[in-house]
């Protein structure tokens, strides 16, 4: 059986969480592939917010596995802040939460060198989430981390005292006022480390190998986004690892021709968190409707997200390199009640009008070109079928269809579960 994909084309935020869980009924497993707890996947479901930072997002579904992959980093006390709140809400985690034994594990001198590191930049900054990732991916490629494996060994804590004394003299190269306390930090950690050990580790690659040839069907679900890739994103203001579908491939060591579908997700509009070029960015009243209607806050930080019409632009890249075979779109609904919407269908990038993305969109060299369409009114919140959606939406998917040549399958019309309609 192949492995299908499902992965952000933005900056993030497109509700990869909630998309998860309304395709898990259809997989045996879900298998996370890169990032750690500085994505937030979303789910709202029978009335209930949830929110996931580390497990994959099936994790409610009671007979679907749930592989956190090598691909990822784990903070063991998010972690078990996560697995405390699934343990309140009846969910029996340790059977059905696997973990490789090639992730990384996020050292809290890791966090503290992010903080060094960010505060260091001044108005350079890029807007990280100081959850530790940066450092914890710098130190993998360096070849000094810690990954869950190691915890099963005898001298795993000589080998962590080492890397945190080299991180606190890192901390001080860096000539900043960062205040903390090590030891009190690191009984929470160990404490934590703990908890991690009662879960069921596993050598994920010779485990989705056995499943794939069992015939049991997997989805790999990608954090963060696309524009946010370490090689292909807006850098410098990106993530540390690869969100795009190679990324699932050395995430989760999947061969590459064993993939099957990749679902695209993108929201009907544009967002951003943190720092970082935006085209399409609007700082009128457009914009602080969508903030306002589509509750535009990161589920991680809380930061307010900058919104903009959508970039077509920018989507067609993330289709290119990511392969997309089917399109979702989410918070369509959010659209509702604008009388004219716009898509960045080119740019004028230096005098000169261009349809791809270029090396720099930064705003001095980059000015969106806008293609207008009629807006709804109909609340789409309550409707089930693609019948019931009015023309103008219709119009407006169709035009998108166009110009990606990918299909639209399945369009969100809210947060829950239900509020999600089948276009096939």
């Given at each position: 059986m192949a492995v299908d994909l499902l992965l952000?084309?933005?900056?993030?935020?497109?509700?990869?969480?909630?998309i998860v869980d309304v395709l898990t009924s259809k997989y045996n497993i879900i298998a996370r592939f890169q990032g750690g707890p500085n994505a937030g996947h979303t789910l709202v479901f029978n009335g209930k917010k949830h929110v996931l930072h580390t497990i994959p997002s099936g994790i409610f579904h009671e007979d679907t596995a749930n592989v956190v992959g090598n691909g990822v980093v784990i903070d063991p006390v998010i972690f078990k802040k996560e697995l405390d709140k699934l343990a309140e809400q009846g969910i029996d985690y340790k059977k059905s939460l696997l973990i490789s034994r090639k992730a990384h594990i996020i050292l809290p001198t890791h966090r503290l060198l992010d903080a060094a590191s960010e505060a260091s930049k001044g108005k350079a900054k890029i807007?990280?989430?100081?959850?530790?990732?940066?450092?914890?991916?710098?130190?993998?490629?360096?070849?000094?981390?810690?990954?869950?494996?190691?915890?099963?060994?005898?001298?795993?804590?000589?080998?962590?005292?080492?890397?945190?004394?080299?991180?606190?003299?890192?901390?001080?190269?860096?000539?900043?006022?960062?205040?903390?306390?090590?030891?009190?930090?690191?009984?929470?950690?160990?404490?934590?480390?703990?908890?991690?050990?009662?879960?069921?580790?596993?050598?994920?690659?010779?485990?989705?190998?056995?499943?794939?040839?069992?015939?049991?069907t997997i989805l790999a679900e990608g954090a963060q986004g696309s524009l946010l890739d370490i090689d292909f994103g807006t850098y410098p203001f990106v993530t540390s690892s690869n969100t795009t579908a190679a990324g699932a491939c050395t995430g989760l060591g999947i061969a590459p021709n064993q993939i099957g579908e990749v679902f695209g997700i993108f929201k009907a509009y544009t967002t951003r968190v943190g720092s970082g070029p935006f085209p399409t960015e609007l700082f009128d009243t457009n914009g602080e409707i969508m903030a306002k209607v589509g509750h535009?806050?990161?589920?991680?930080?809380?930061?307010?997200?900058?919104?903009?019409?959508?970039?077509?632009?920018?989507?067609?890249?993330?289709?290119?390199?990511?392969?997309?075979?089917?399109?979702?779109?989410?918070?369509?609904?959010?659209?509702?009640?604008?009388?004219?919407?716009?898509?960045?269908?080119?740019?004028?990038?230096?005098?000169?009008?261009?349809?791809?993305?270029?090396?720099?969109?930064?705003?001095?060299?980059?000015?969106?070109?806008?293609?207008?369409?009629?807006?709804?009114?109909?609340?789409?919140?309550?409707?089930?079928?693609?019948?019931?959606?009015?023309?103008?939406?219709?119009?407006?998917?169709?035009?998108?269809?166009?110009?990606?040549?990918?299909?639209?399958?399945?369009?969100?019309?809210?947060?829950?579960?239900?509020?999600?309609?089948?276009r096939q």
């Open positions: 952000g084309l933005q900056w993030g935020d497109e509700g990869k969480g909630k807007g990280s989430t100081l959850k530790g990732i940066g450092p914890t991916y710098m130190d993998k490629t360096g070849r000094n981390g810690i990954r869950v494996g190691d915890i099963e060994l005898a001298d795993w804590k000589d080998k962590y005292r080492s890397l945190a004394d080299k991180h606190e003299d890192m901390i001080k190269f860096y000539n900043v006022e960062i205040q903390y306390d090590l030891k009190e930090l690191e009984i929470e950690f160990f404490e934590a480390i703990e908890t991690l050990k009662t879960l069921t580790f596993i050598d994920s690659e010779e485990y989705l190998h056995q499943a794939m040839k069992g015939g049991q535009e806050f990161g589920a991680t930080t809380g930061r307010p997200r900058r919104c903009g019409w959508l970039d077509l632009v920018a989507l067609r890249y993330a289709c290119q390199i990511n392969g997309v075979t089917q399109l979702i779109m989410m918070k369509g609904d959010v659209l509702s009640g604008f009388e004219t919407l716009k898509v960045c269908t080119a740019y004028n990038y230096k005098g000169e009008e261009i349809t791809h993305l270029p090396f720099n969109i930064e705003e001095e060299n980059v000015t969106p070109i806008y293609t207008e369409f009629k807006g709804w009114n109909e609340d789409l919140t309550e409707m089930t079928e693609a019948s019931q959606m009015p023309q103008a939406l219709n119009d407006y998917i169709a035009f998108l269809e166009k110009e990606l040549e990918i299909p639209i399958t399945i369009v969100s019309v809210g947060p829950d579960r239900k509020q999600t309609i089948v």
